[in-house]
């Protein structure tokens, strides 16, 4: 918590199809980079830019982040089911004017900057708070040389100089380098494509919004 007594909170997008441990290490890591409060895990309804053969259902895979995020300041939520918002800036916007006491920041891999030109409004997105993004391997030239870095480049900070900072403002650009973390998602549904079937009779509620995740149809798209 800063001295205006905002809490700083880091927003992790993403299928969670399944969450593992990649997704705790990264998240424990920018928490302690940036100075954060709490991550929360944005555990998406769908994503437009992601085949939707082989996604799980909604509620196994808020349950799969519930496990990984036990005793961490993590918190797995499917909030953009009951915001009906269809895109990050509409979901990022929506955050914002609910939570007026909190100072975000999107957290992002280097892949998903080196596709960022692709999502809707991403120049809103940069604008409505900092962006700070997570190398991993493979990707990071993809990212440098990719169309969002030539706008976004001026507003690049150090870690350091972020951290520091009394109140964050937007665009901001923070990239943050740590061992490579080997573990992804589709090496496990690879090793158990019915990992989902651990989750089908367990009750899941969400942590940030109180609803029960069970009830409600895995419809509706984000990035």
Same mark, same amino acid.
């Given at each position: 918590?800063?001295?205006?007594?905002?809490?700083?909170?880091?927003?992790?997008?993403?299928?969670?199809?399944?969450?593992?441990?990649?997704?705790?290490?990264?998240?424990?890591? #920018?928490?302690?980079?940036?100075?954060?409060?709490?991550?929360?895990?944005?555990?998406?309804?769908?994503?437009?830019?992601?085949?939707? #053969?082989?996604?799980?259902?909604?509620?196994?895979?808020?349950?799969?982040?519930?496990?990984?995020?036990?005793?961490?300041?993590?918190?797995?939520?499917?909030?953009?089911?009951?915001?009906?918002?269809?895109?990050?800036? @509409?979901?990022?916007?929506?955050?914002?004017?609910?939570?007026?006491?909190?100072?975000?920041?999107?957290?992002?891999?280097?892949?998903?900057?080196?596709?960022?030109?692709?999502?809707?409004?991403?120049? @809103?997105?940069?604008?409505?708070?900092?962006?700070?993004?997570?190398?991993?391997?493979?990707?990071?030239?993809?990212?440098?040389?990719?169309?969002?870095?030539?706008?976004?480049?001026?507003?690049?900070?150090?870690?350091?100089?972020?951290?520091?900072?009394?109140?964050?403002?937007?665009?901001?650009?923070?990239?943050?380098?740590?061992?490579? @973390?080997?573990?992804?998602?589709?090496?496990?549904?690879?090793?158990? #494509?019915?990992? #989902?079937?651990?989750?089908?009779?367990?009750?899941?509620?969400?942590?940030?919004?109180?609803?029960?995740?069970?009830?409600?149809? @895995?419809?509706?798209?984000?990035?």
């Amino acid at each position: 918590m800063n001295r205006s007594g905002t809490k700083r909170t880091g927003l992790l997008g993403g299928s969670f199809n399944p969450a593992h441990g990649g997704h705790r290490r990264i998240t424990l890591f #920018a928490m302690e980079a940036l100075g954060l409060d709490e991550v929360w895990w944005l555990v998406s309804p769908g994503n437009p830019l992601k085949p939707k #053969a082989g996604m799980a259902p909604l509620a196994a895979r808020m349950k799969s982040a519930q496990s990984l995020a036990r005793r961490a300041p993590i918190v797995p939520t499917a909030i953009e089911k009951e915001l009906g918002t269809r895109f990050t800036i @509409d979901t990022l916007r929506a955050l914002k004017r609910r939570y007026p006491r909190r100072e975000f920041v999107w957290l992002m891999g280097s892949d998903n900057l080196a596709q960022f030109h692709r999502w809707k409004d991403w120049r @809103d997105i940069a604008r409505t708070m900092p962006i700070a993004v997570i190398a991993r391997p493979g990707y990071d030239a993809q990212a440098m040389t990719s169309p969002v870095m030539a706008w976004l480049r001026r507003y690049r900070v150090s870690v350091a100089g972020f951290r520091k900072r009394g109140q964050w403002s937007a665009p901001a650009l923070v990239f943050m380098r740590f061992d490579p @973390d080997s573990r992804s998602a589709t090496a496990i549904r690879r090793a158990n #494509a019915d990992w #989902a079937g651990l989750y089908r009779e367990t009750p899941v509620r969400d942590g940030l919004t109180f609803r029960h995740i069970q009830q409600w149809p @895995d419809t509706g798209e984000t990035e």
